[in-house]
């Protein structure tokens, strides 16, 4: 059968039309300030260890200009249609940053931590992973996502590229009625026994609706859970009887916030009333 022909009007490509950048450009842009000129804290809050770096970045504008030339996904729009190529359960807008423009970035990061004696990891075991959030005015949450959660990987970096000092990262413990031990984690509850686990998932069913995501699964653990509200108003969440936050890290403009993953946290953000929305860069070790 003979192929009926298409006739495409097949605009020019000129080398302007490309955004284009030299190693050493890239470079200048991921550059971090040298450390007399940062403001670094370290902290151990509740077994928590986390740094938080003031005027990390030399060049932050211009970081965040080159980032906004990538695709984001509208993780709103993934959530309703159950379909998402990131996997990741973050609200508003979300893009994947591709590992090699950021290569000097991350050394810059190993090193600041080497130098802090922050983490004792070799470079050459470390593995990043960047992408970016962007929260807003009126955004939507979608099966609960504001709730504390757990990252899948070990460390993340948040470099905040607005200033939304009023936003940032909550920390949650649970704490068992009957016995009064606190838990900061799931692998907390998860190696604590039948009863206290049990107590910890019935609350989470009561309070905020989990269910098991495959009820025909026979290994209904934890992870399988999650709130089915579907698409919701944006709730600005700073803990409840069940969640109890113990520690606050706002993002300030161009300022770090490094952290262990495993550990219960949530984006505090007042989608309701906020002026402006929080852009940050995330770099996670995984």
């Known amino acids: 059968m003979k192929l009926k022909k298409t006739i495409f009007d097949i605009p020019e490509l000129e080398l ?5 950048y030299s190693t050493k450009e890239l470079m200048a842009i991921t550059e971090v ?20 770096v003031h005027n990390i970045m030399k ?6 200009d080159f980032m906004r030339n990538f695709p984001a996904e509208n993780k709103e729009k993934s959530s309703i249609e159950e379909l998402s190529f990131s996997g990741s359960k973050s ?4 893009q994947p940053i591709e590992r090699a423009f950021m290569t000097f970035l991350g050394y810059q990061l190993w090193h600041l931590c080497k130098q802090m004696r922050f983490l004792k990891y070799r470079e ?27 990252d899948p990987f070990s460390y993340a970096a948040n470099i905040f590229l607005t200033e939304s000092e009023q936003h940032g990262t909550s920390f949650f413990k649970y704490t068992d009625k009957e016995t009064g031990r606190d838990f900061y984690s799931m692998s907390d509850v ?32 934890i992870g399988q859970m999650t709130p ?14 069940f969640y109890k936050r113990y520690y ?9 916030s490094m952290y262990r993953g495993n550990r219960w946290h949530s984006a505090t953000f007042d989608a309701k009333n906020t002026k402006s929305g929080r852009y940050s860069l995330v770099a996670c070790i995984l």
């Open 16 to 20: 302007e039309n490309f955004s284009t």
């Open 33 to 52: 300030n040298k450390i007399e000129d940062m403001e670094i804290d370290i902290k151990i809050v509740e077994g928590l260890k986390s740094m938080k």
């Open 59 to 64: 060049r932050p504008l211009e970081l965040r």
């Open 91 to 94: 609200p508003g807008l979300q």
């Open 124 to 150: 050459k075991d470390i593995r990043w992973k960047y992408y970016s959030n962007f929260y807003y005015k009126g955004m939507r949450s979608y099966n609960k996502n504001f709730l504390p959660h757990v």
């Open 190 to 221: 998860m190696s604590a026994g039948d009863k206290l686990r049990t107590a910890y998932t019935d609350g989470l069913k009561e309070n905020y609706q989990y269910q098991v995501s495959d009820p025909e699964s026979d290994d209904k653990v």
């Open 228 to 241: 089915k509200n579907g698409d919701d108003e944006w709730t600005h969440f700073e803990g409840d009887h």
């Open 248 to 256: 606050f890290m706002p993002s300030t403009f161009n300022s770090m």
